[in-house]
């Protein structure tokens, strides 16, 4: 596996001469075809799904320039994904004995199976499963004398956090997400102090910018309302936008998403799904 995995930091430190030979050429064909085999090889079809997916859709027979910034993304957004899932792999064998489970598959299971957690869809075990997961994960990351550790550490005390009761099929008797939300929570609050972070209400809505590192996440949701929110990121590399998987859609609470570009002679430029033009 070692051996696979240096395969793989080495295909991601060639991608940067990608950026200097004829884009979409035979030396990226190469590149990428042999990427692909040492990605299914080492991460499986799920982990070959994500990197495949980061080919480019839109192409200009007119200009240039936009198809080589189309390339230079594209290149951006797979090595974005190579390095994703070598960390996901570094952190999986992290922690005593390697058994913790990493941040990236706690929280994607959780977040990929939230309705069903809701519905109570999974068995007590399923859904106690999802629950130690979490503890886990949060055990290793919140300092314990820090607020959100404190908090952890009096909630995970509470009995009822403990004690699963069971039906006669196997599901919980009591709602599974009840016994999760809370510490998602506590998780939301730890990440919260390690961003910048800014709210804006309107006409019965608010929008909170959160900073985190290189990227920015955009939360859009009702002021007075509990419910679900939409969850907007804009990727500080490459700028793409791209919507959180199992949030609520902003088309529900926005009428559109517009991007301003501000170019070196301080020009801005307005784009959005439809239109481009000068600000």
């Known amino acids: 596996m070692d051996e696979q995995l ?3 930091r080495t295909q991601i430190e060639k991608i940067a001469s990608l950026r200097e030979v004829e884009k979409w050429g035979p030396e990226f064909q ?6 692909e085999k040492l990605v299914r ?16 859709m839109t192409f200009s027979y007119i200009d240039e320039d936009f198809n080589w910034q189309q390339y230079f993304k594209e290149l951006a957004n797979r090595k974005k994904i190579l390095e994703g899932l070598l960390s996901e792999t570094k952190e999986h064998h992290l922690g005593e004995g390697g058994s913790s489970t990493s941040r990236i598959d706690a929280l994607k299971e959780i977040w990929r199976k939230e309705s069903a957690l809701k519905e109570n869809l999974l068995t007590t075990e399923e859904a106690q499963a999802l629950q130690k997961s979490l503890l886990e994960h949060l055990q290793n990351i919140l300092p314990g004398e820090s607020i959100p550790g404190l908090r952890f550490r009096k909630l995970k005390a509470e009995r009822r956090f403990q004690t699963w009761w069971s039906n006669e099929q196997g599901y919980p008797v009591e709602k599974p997400w009840d ?12 990440e919260a102090e390690k961003t910048i972070k800014k709210r804006f ?3 019965g809505l608010f929008v909170e910018s959160r900073s985190q590192g290189e990227d920015q996440h955009l939360i859009i949701g009702n002021k007075n309302d509990g ?18 998987d199992n949030r609520k859609a902003p ?5 559109k998403i517009e991007t301003f570009l501000t170019l070196h002679n301080g020009k801005k ?11």
């Open 41 to 56: 090889e080492v991460f499986g079809e799920e982990g070959l799904k994500l990197f495949s997916q980061q080919g480019t």
């Open 227 to 244: 419910g679900e929110k939409a969850h907007i990121i804009i990727d500080g590399k490459s700028a793409e936008i791209r919507i959180e």
């Open 6 to 8: 240096t395969k793989i």
């Open 251 to 255: 088309e529900d609470l926005v009428a």
């Open 179 to 190: 016994k999760i939300e809370p510490f998602l929570k506590i998780l939301e609050q730890h």
């Open 201 to 203: 209400e309107t006409e």
């Open 269 to 279: 430029i307005r784009t959005t799904r439809e239109i481009i033009e000068e600000a």
């Open 30 to 35: 190469l590149w990428k075809n042999a990427t």
